[in-house]
């Protein structure tokens, strides 16, 4: 055996890789998700509140509900998701949207400080019955601007206003338009604008609701040209 082969074989070379990690990074909660400011629930399903923020440490979650510490182990009905902020209430066992209604902050706290979110105002949607009234007929000179009044009832969120006769919905155009309020805008009556059941009707969102309103308007447009000049006869 040579030389060479010899040195070749008794010769180890170690070899030392190291792999260098580079510090875990710290970081103070921030708030990544959250439900709106004015938040309208359905009343038919289950309240979901939304919370989720990042931070190392992993945050941990509380709840502010009107301004107090709202714990939530003490009620049944609310559960809070893993490694989230998000609360859930649920209504099988019975209960009321409505007794949950009020003020939430989410408060997200680790070593390295606390996030807040926005305060979240939750209201229940509501869907409240047309009030009574009494529609007078409406007579009006052809060629006259006329407003006739929706009066919706204050839903929460309000309905959607649209106007129907003949079972049809209005065309809008240049001369016959809707407010923002309800309200039918015509900038001048025709003759065929002559109807018995102008009717506004408001569908509301969360309840996939119509309601009618129970009293059309009936319109009547007069015309305001001279009656015909009759022939005077002599006998």
Request: charged share 20%; net charge positive.
């Amino acid at each position: 055996m040579s030389l060479i082969s010899s040195l070749s074989l008794s010769l180890c070379v170690c070899v030392c890789v190291c792999v260098c990690r580079p510090p875990t990074v710290k970081q103070p909660p921030t708030i990544v998700k959250q439900s709106l400011k004015d938040y309208i629930v359905d009343p038919r399903d289950n309240i979901i509140i939304e919370c989720e923020a990042k931070g190392n440490p992993v945050p941990v979650f509380s709840w502010r509900r009107n301004g107090k510490f709202f714990n939530i182990g003490k009620d049944p009905r609310v559960t809070m998701r893993k490694r989230s902020g998000t609360l859930e209430i649920g209504f099988r066992s019975g209960g009321r949207p409505e007794d949950y209604e009020g003020e939430y902050q989410c408060f997200a706290t680790n070593d390295y400080g606390t996030a807040l979110s926005n305060k979240i105002l939750l209201r229940v949607s509501k869907a409240p019955l047309w009030p009574k009234e009494v529609l007078e007929p409406v007579v009006v000179t052809e060629g006259s601007p006329l407003v006739l009044q929706c009066n919706p009832p204050p839903g929460l969120p309000p309905p959607y206003t649209f106007w129907m006769n003949i079972m049809s919905p209005i065309p809008q155009d240049k001369r016959v338009s809707m407010g923002l309020n309800g309200d039918l805008y015509f900038s001048n009556v025709l003759v065929q604008d002559a109807q018995t059941d102008y009717s506004c009707n408001a569908r509301f969102l969360f309840t996939h609701t119509i309601q009618l309103k129970s009293n059309p308007h009936q319109l009547t447009p007069t015309s305001n040209s001279p009656p015909p000049e009759t022939a005077d006869l002599c006998l």
